[in-house]
């Protein structure tokens, strides 16, 4: 099972940026997502990436955010531009399958990082 650490997480006012990262423990051999969960809210993707590059977004970061990754260094990001205080969350990374149009997590998640957008 692949071990993620993800990291990049901080205070940033509205309009900011951040990166970022999911360093995975083992080559990244599967698709890969970002998710994030803010206080009293279910659990959410936020963007996906194929093993071959495709990428997928939910539609309240398209055009804001953009996952990538460096399978050299077994690394996946998530470049968020112009960040709002709904953006406020707890940022998880994780394996995923792709089932239709659904993405599935699969295995454990890692602690995630905090990200808080406000002024």
């Known amino acids: 099972q692949v071990h993620l650490v993800e990291s990049g997480g901080g205070l940033v006012q509205p309009g900011g940026s951040l990166r970022l990262s999911c360093a995975a423990s083992?080559?990244?051999?599967?698709?890969m997502a970002w998710y994030r969960q803010a206080p009293g809210k279910q659990r959410e993707l936020v963007a996906a990436i194929t093993r071959g590059g495709s990428t997928d977004y939910a539609d309240s970061v398209k055009g804001r955010f953009t996952i990538s990754k460096d399978n050299a260094e077994n690394t996946v990001y998530l470049q968020m531009n112009g960040l709002k205080p709904e953006d406020t969350a707890v940022y998880y990374c994780?394996?995923?399958?792709?089932?239709?149009?659904?993405?599935?997590?699969?295995?454990?998640w890692g602690r995630g990082t905090q990200v808080t957008v406000s002024s």
């Open positions: 994780s394996v995923v399958i792709r089932r239709g149009s659904r993405w599935d997590p699969l295995g454990s």
């Open positions: 083992g080559s990244i051999l599967s698709s």
